[in-house]
């Protein structure tokens, strides 16, 4: 069995793509599932919904890949489809979870608590679940730009790329972020809560 090709750079992958080319679909898969993946898993905060959040990137990517501008970097364009994804997960979810508040409390009893039992878990897995509920607490305008600069490794331009907004929009974003995220991780220090 020959070795997948390895493309120069994402536009001579997009370019086999396009040409029907398995290869370059996969390429592109391969490169850029990884960030696709953990920017959604900094949104969903759960596995298999990012992975599902990533599925659907990836198939809304590839079946409009004849719009993509090779101008632009293809892993902003794709990440900006993962923002969108993400967008579209959470109004699904606040449907979802307004009619499961719609039903009986007799019915809701039943319902199990999947949340990690704190006093079970390691200081260091407690420590990351409550920075997880603090990134969680911040709007979802102050978390995208923060998630993708400093988890994700943009720089604030490509970011604004993704987010459709400036890079001075995206800096002050980040920077509203960074200080609300010290006051919640204040507000539910171990030694405030206490």
Known sequence: MAAPPDFADDAAAVAAALQGRQAGFTW?????RASVFRYARGQVRDDDE???VTQECFVSAFAALRRYDPARPFRTWLLAITVNKCRDWARRRAVRRFFAFAV????????????????G???SVQEVARIRRALAALPANLREPLVLCTLDGLD???A??????????????IYR?????AEIMEENSPKTAG
């Open 177 to 181: 972020a960074r200080q609300r995220l």
């Open 104 to 119: 009986p409390l007799d019915d809701a009893l039943s319902v199990a608590d999947g949340a990690p039992d704190p006093e």
């Open 121 to 123: 878990a390691l200081s």
């Open 50 to 52: 990012a992975l599902d």
């Open 156 to 158: 604030q331009t490509e």
């Open 160 to 173: 604004g790329d993704v987010l459709g907004i400036s890079r001075k929009a995206v800096e002050t974003r």
């Open 28 to 32: 592109l898969m391969d490169r850029h």
